[in-house]
């Protein structure tokens, strides 16, 4: 699996956005870009993925880079419950590896 | 929805002993997922199953390690002579395909004594 590097810890104040980046040098033409977060003592939680264009959803946004080798993740105005570590993690859908490859992630630190 | 449900949630035993860890998935996901996180650590894959299949499971760290899915819904993670080493938080996960995003259960914390 193609590796991705995160840096390992943010802050962010309360209700301003967040933007987390993901680099990833290595990624090929089929990977797909997934964020997943992890609050504490819960299970990860799919957060957005994308291929090649920017991805909205109602948790965030994502922003892909022209030429894919890094990607941020975008939380537009941070609340006290997105305090989390958030991983970013490349799929290749087309080589039957459904498992994911988590690394150590960001861990998100919100300030009230 | 009911999300994936895990059981016990928390798990103390004695080195050496046998233990059995379930997994409830979503109604009506065929591919099921198990992965173990150590502390401080990203979760780490074990096992993957599609239907009653394991699929893949390169992760399974040794042989004291099995996982069965009969039904091709509830997954049983069952460890064997268990050692220190295999304390941490045991999760699982499932999804509709192979592919699509996982949703994962609050985990099994076992701990080894």
């Known amino acids: 699996d193609a590796k991705t590097t995160q840096p390992n810890s943010m802050e962010s104040n309360e209700e301003e956005p967040v933007h987390l980046p993901c680099n990833h040098s290595?990624?090929?033409?089929?990977?797909?870009i997934h964020w997943y977060r992890q609050l504490p003592s819960q299970g990860p939680e799919y957060v957005i993925h994308g291929l090649t264009s920017n991805v909205n959803n109602r948790m965030a946004s994502l922003a892909i880079a022209e030429d894919r080798k890094s990607s941020t993740l975008i939380l537009h105005r941070a609340t006290l419950r997105d305090a989390a570590v958030y991983y970013c993690?490349?799929?290749?859908?087309?080589?039957?590896?459904?498992?994911?490859?988590f690394g150590t992630g960001t861990r998100l630190t919100i300030i009230p | 929805g009911a999300g994936v449900s895990q059981t016990p949630s928390n798990k103390v035993t004695e080195k050496g002993k046998y233990v059995e860890l379930r997994c409830d998935p979503i109604?009506?996901?065929?591919?099921l997922y198990w992965y173990r996180q150590s502390l401080g650590q990203g979760p780490e894959f074990l096992i993957y199953f599609q239907g009653t299949g394991a699929a893949d499971d390169s992760g399974l760290p040794n042989d004291r390690f099995f996982a069965v899915r009969p039904e091709g819904s509830v997954s049983t993670l069952k460890i064997q002579r268990t050692e220190r080493g295999d304390s941490a938080v045991y999760l699982c996960a499932s999804s509709l395909l192979g592919r699509a995003p996982q949703y994962f259960g609050p985990g099994t914390r076992l701990t080894v004594l």
């Open positions: 993690i490349l799929r290749d859908p087309n080589f039957g590896n459904e498992k994911l490859t």
């Open positions: 109604s009506g996901h065929t591919a």
């Open positions: 290595t990624i090929s033409g089929t990977d797909y």
